[in-house]
Every structure is written in structure tokens, then in C-alpha cells.
């Protein structure tokens, strides 16, 4: 049973960066993720940064905005990434977190509607694969029917972008949308684990880790490690989701359950 794991990060120092990317890979992520935002670094050139230090570890922004750039220029920072990781790129890439808009317009570029944004997504898609030699992966994060469903015709991946506390039940549409489709690999992030919640979820949902237990949410782990792989390796049947991916505030808590899902 083969499961991908990612780490998610956002360079802190240029030193920092370094250990924090190496040790990743030591550890066995598949994956190092770096979000696009406008208060964070860069992906690109920290991901070559990366790309420098490191072997395996494949290189994922996380994801990019489609809307924030032109396509062409996307494919010429892709390319440029491929080349100097050796072939170790991946596209993450999706149409913009909802409240994105303003980041746009710093960087004077339209932000369209949502149906003009999928848009931008798969064009961008189109063009890096025709100019990217070789053509990454592509990984589209989307939530939404119809953002999922146009997803799925063209992506190699599929990150749902559900809410935290989503429970399999609530997760189940989403993923009947891509089957309508097709088939896909699945990815999704890891909100906590145990008592546990990533920095982010805690400050911006409200909940505790016993609320997020309440609810049967899928992103937040049992805090027994034994149990929480054998959750994971269940829900990779029922779900789909064979690729996990790990805040790095979570990561040492995830430590021991990454260890037996390699062991398997």
C-alpha cells in the first residue's frame, strides 16, 4: 500500500530553510510544499533553494494562483525549476483562495469570476505542459462541483480543499464529482494530531481538537499512532487519499505515524 507524503513549510532564514528541507527528505517525505501567497516567501526560488540542498524530495508549490500570473510566465518559472532539480518539479496549482483578491490587485493583475479563474487554470496547465520538458505533475487543489469536475479532467492529482472539519461524509460528494469524471489520486492536508491542531486551524476556527474528534473530521488524526495509520490505510480504500500532507508545526507529532505507514 503506497502512500505520498508532503511537507508543507515556509522558509524562515536561508540557513533554516536548508536543515528544514534536508531533514524533511531524511525523513521520507515524497513532497516539500511551499504556499503562494503574498505574505510569505516566494515559492519558486525557495523551492530552487531546495532544489540545491536535496536529492529525492520532489518540489510542489502549494499552490501556485493561476490568477497571479500570466502562463507564459508561469512555464518560464516552471521550466527554470525543472531544470535545476533535475526533473524533481511538480505543478500545485489552483485558481486562488477566495479572499485572494486583493493580492491580485497589488500585483495588477484582474481577478476574474470563479468561471474565468478555472479558466486561467487550465490554460496555465496547457502551457506549461507544452513547454515544460519533461512535463511536471500537476496537481490542481479545488473544492467547489464544478471546479472539482473541470479538475478532473486534466489533472494528474487531486488536493481537496475542504474545511477542516469536513468528515468523510462530507467529503464523500466531492469525491462521487471526480468519479464522475474519472478516477484521480487524491491528496489532503493534515489539520492535527491528537489534541494537537495545526497553528493556523486552531487561530482561525475557533475549535478545539475535541471538536474537530466530535465531528468525525478526516484531517485530524488519532493521537495513538497504531490507530491513527490504521485510519489512514482505511480511508485510503474508502477515500482515495493516498497522499497525506503535513504542516510543518505537525510534523514531529506525525513522526510516528509516518514511520509505520513507510513500514508498510
Known sequence: MTFSFGYIATPQSGVGWITEVRRAEELGYTSVL?????????????????????????????????????????????????LLSGGRFELGIGAGRPDAASE???????????T????????????VRESVDPAPPVIVAASGPKALAAAAGFADRIGLAAQPQASEADLMPMIETLHAVRAVPISYQVAGVGAQLQFWVAKKSGMSADDFHGAGAVAVLDADPSKAADEIRERKERLGIDELLVPADLAEAFAPILERLRRR
Open 34 to 82: 511551499l504556499p503562494d501567497t503574498l505574505f510569505t516567501t516566494s515559492p519558486i526560488p525557495a523551492l530552487a533553494a531546495a532544489a540545491a540542498v536535496t536529492t529525492t524530495i520532489k518540489l510542489r508549490p502549494w499552490v501556485l494562483a493561476a490568477p497571479m500570473r500570466h502562463p507564459a510566465a508561469t512555464a518560464r518559472e516552471c521550466s527554470a525549476l525543472q
Open 116 to 127: 474565468v479563474r478555472r479558466e486561467q487554470v487550465a490554460e496555465t496547465v496547457r502551457v
Open 104 to 114: 491580485a490587485d497589488k500585483l495588477g493583475m484582474p481577478w476574474g469570476s470563479a
